[in-house]
């Protein structure tokens, strides 16, 4: 984020432009009220406030700093007195000393130049507070803004996905596939049929109810996943084994909803479909710094030819995680030479 002031030059001249009635209205005063000499008066005028000019155009970089996303309120209340102190202190001495410098006083201009350093010291911590509040309102007015447009696009989002919900997260191939298994199975395993018919009601049942949830909790989505792999397990008993490694203190964490579907999708398909060999998919989680840290791996036959995806799913997972978590780096993936690695950073 840029500093506002000087960011665009509208803003510059507002800044200048309210300078310079300070440095007017100084001026007066000392000249008019005070009755002081012209040229004192001013210098003074000048040479003060051209110096919190500049200290004004720094301050926005303590404030960024301090934001109160990050830190708490009375730390930053405490930082904020400490170096208002400070900032004050060193406008009020160099003020002092630059304007004897520059100016061959009169014993009466330098005891008011004397005289002044406490009303100087007092008013320098009020143009601190007033910067520094403008530049937190302009934050927040900023953050706002980005808010509702975030909102927005997720309103979007969620609407474009309800259209396309079987298309992004439901592989059809899987449901196409599952019925002519089902189908025949019919006449040579019949136990089993039945039992693919209900694991894939339940699994479509469980889908449609949570269409409209942007979020729920890491066990209920494990709990449908489960479902989709035990399907997957009936139609390849030999060939795919799911193991995993989650604590049961992860599991109340809410998680985006179908946000693991695709990934489970990519490792069925590019993995399972398209090896003679037995597939492992591992599941795990764990907490790293502040997130919760879930990995799904899965090995695949680097000999096989792999049928190369749109990459819709890992598009649209990457898309869901920015516009909920506002980070663009909350999906990682890496592929080395028989095995495909997936991991999701689940902010807490």
Request: glycine letters at 2%; charged letters at 20%; hydrophobic letters at 40%.
């Amino acid at each position: 984020m840029n500093n506002p002031i000087i960011n665009t030059k509208k803003n510059f001249l507002i800044y200048l432009f309210t300078w310079l009635i300070i440095i007017t209205s100084q001026f007066l005063i000392l000249y008019q009220i005070i009755e002081l000499p012209l040229t004192y008066s001013l210098t003074d005028s000048i040479v003060y406030n051209f110096i919190f000019f500049s200290i004004g155009i720094a301050l926005w970089y303590p404030t960024k700093f301090m934001s109160f996303e990050s830190n708490k309120f009375q730390k930053i209340i405490l930082n904020h007195s400490i170096v208002a102190l400070l900032t004050s202190l060193l406008w009020t001495y160099s003020g002092y000393y630059l304007i004897i410098y520059l100016v061959k006083a009169s014993d009466s201009e330098l005891d008011f130049l004397k005289n002044a350093l406490l009303y100087r010291f007092i008013v320098g911590i009020l143009f601190y507070s007033i910067i520094v509040l403008i530049y937190y309102s302009k934050i927040y007015y900023d953050n706002f803004k980005k808010n509702i447009i975030r909102e927005y696009e997720l309103q979007n989002l969620v609407k474009e996905s309800e259209l396309k919900t079987l298309k992004y997260q439901i592989n059809p191939h899987f449901i196409f596939n599952s019925l002519n298994s089902i189908s025949s199975l019919t006449y040579s395993e019949p136990t089993k049929a039945r039992e693919m018919i209900i694991k894939l009601s339940d699994y479509l049942r469980s889908t449609l109810a949570t269409n409209e949830k942007q979020k729920r909790d890491f066990k209920t989505e494990l709990s449908n996943l489960k479902l989709y792999l035990e399907i997957e397990k009936i139609r390849f008993p030999e060939k795919l084994e799911i193991m995993e490694d989650i604590n049961d203190e992860y599991l109340n964490i809410e998680i985006p909803s179908m946000i693991l579907q695709p990934l489970i999708e990519n490792a069925i398909k590019h993995g399972v479909y398209e090896s003679d060999k037995k597939v492992i998919i591992r599941i795990t989680a764990s907490k790293e710094n502040d997130y919760l840290k879930i990995t799904i791996q899965n090995n695949f036959d680097d000999n096989s030819i792999s049928a190369k995806g749109k990459g819709i799913g890992l598009k649209n997972i990457a898309n869901r995680l920015s516009l909920i978590y506002n980070q663009d780096n909350l999906l990682k993936t890496t592929k080395t030479k028989s095995h495909f690695i997936a991991t999701i950073f689940i902010p807490l």
